[in-house]
């Protein structure tokens, strides 16, 4: 199956501040989302961007699908922004289509 | 709120019992997924139907099966239960099982506590 990275593992960050996560995936795809898990354990979905770039408020997400890579960008950090966030994709060919693979997330904690 | 709805939301139960975890998709989502997560071992995937037939196996177990029912309600059923199935279970949606365009949607999923 294919192999999803993400990084940093674990993000400390300041309210107000601005971060970057990062998911490198294995393999060509065809769908790559960006979810929030929050503390109540929901997996909100963020960006469903298998390329190019999308914005939401404070939130935006780059996929390279070229390069096999996806980057999540938060601005303005704020205390509800704590979470996990975890990149996950699926393949565009093969026996497992369809199915999503999940990176193992980057915790993010945001201190007042 | 994602549309998929799952019930119930709290399970605690013992050893050796059996649960069953319901699914509801969103409207007109033909395909369900079922994902397990635990502390150790992440998002797995677990089992996927489509329009009532199995597509793709993950890592279940065999005290484990689903099924998808003609009114695409899908059930995951666990049986002798063990501690190690504690978890968070996830069902999710989508239109279709493969083809691009398509967002998956998760449920806020099912805690099963294993006492």
């Known amino acids: 199956g294919i192999q999803v990275e993400q990084s940093p593992p674990d993000l400390i960050l300041q309210e107000g501040a601005n971060s970057t996560l990062r998911c490198n995936f294995s393999?060509?795809?065809?769908?790559l989302q960006w979810f929030h898990q929050n503390p109540w354990g929901q997996l909100i979905n963020l960006f469903y961007i298998p390329s190019g770039t999308k914005q939401n408020g404070r939130l935006s997400a780059t996929t390279v699908a070229t390069e096999r890579y996806s980057l999540l960008y938060i601005s303005s950090s704020q205390t509800t922004d704590s979470g996990v966030y975890f990149c996950a994709v699926r393949a565009d060919r093969g026996s497992t289509l369809g199915r999503l693979y999940f990176g193992r997330g980057t915790q993010l904690t945001v201190w007042p | 709120d994602s549309g998929v709805t799952q019930t119930p939301k709290h399970l605690i139960t013992a050893t050796g019992q059996r649960v069953t975890l319901r699914c509801s998709p969103r409207s007109g989502d033909l395909s369900v997924y079922w994902y397990q997560q635990s502390l150790d071992q992440g998002l797995q995937f677990l089992i996927q139907?489509?329009?009532?037939?199995?597509?793709a196996k993950g890592n279940i177990l065999e005290r484990f099966s689903a099924q998808q029912f003609p009114d695409l309600h899908s059930e995951l059923n666990l049986s002798s239960l063990e501690l190690g199935d504690s978890a968070l279970y996830f069902c999710?949606?989508?239109?279709?099982?493969?083809?691009?365009?398509?967002?998956?949607?998760f449920g806020e999923g099912s805690w099963l506590t294993v006492v």
């Open positions: 999710a949606s989508s239109p279709t099982w493969g083809s691009t365009g398509n967002t998956i949607y």
């Open positions: 139907y489509y329009n009532g037939e199995e597509r």
């Open positions: 393999d060509s795809v065809n769908n």
